[in-house]
């Protein structure tokens, strides 16, 4: 496994189909994310319900790390026009933001490495932690191997 040395960079707003839910996150990540990516699966032989303009992501609400009840949110880019039948996904639009970055490649197990390393660049850059942490998932794990599966870690500061 590796991480990248920490950056700073500007992150655009971004338009997000978006389910909320409190759990462990090895159970409630991978659940909500087989919920949203469900929404964009065709139903009845239409046309998918929306477009994915971006990576699925995990956003942690809470400032700490919990092991029950965390407040988890995963969220898909979108674009156009976006139709929805389930009340438990919103569409919301995370605010532009400037965030500190790193890049691990391996197992999600061993992602503390990243969130060390972005917590510790924020220390150290004066920088303040203004909002929640988010891991984007550049890859799926269902198409590569855990020691090849990419994921960027972001937190936003000021």
């Keep these: 496994m590796s991480v990248t040395e920490p950056t700073v960079k500007e992150v655009p707003a971004q338009r997000v189909l978006s389910r909320r839910g409190t759990g462990t996150y090895g159970e409630t990540i991978p659940r909500m994310i087989g919920e949203v990516c469900g929404a964009l699966a065709p139903r009845n032989g239409r ?45 919301r639009t995370l605010p532009a933001t400037r965030v500190v970055s790193v890049l691990y490649t391996g197992p999600y197990e061993g992602i503390s490495s990243a969130h060390e390393a972005v ?14 942490a988010r891991e984007i ?22």
């Design 47 to 91: 046309k998918p319900a929306f477009r994915a303009a971006g990576p699925i992501m995990t956003i942690y609400h809470d400032n700490e790390y919990r092991e029950q009840d965390a407040d988890l949110e995963v969220a898909l880019p979108v674009a156009g026009r976006v139709e929805i039948e389930d009340p438990t996904l919103e569409i």
């Design 119 to 132: 917590f510790g660049a924020v220390r150290a850059l004066g920088l303040e932690w203004t909002g929640p």
């Design 137 to 158: 998932y550049l890859n799926d794990p269902n198409r590569v191997l855990e020691e090849g599966l990419m994921t960027e870690v972001q937190y936003p500061v000021a």
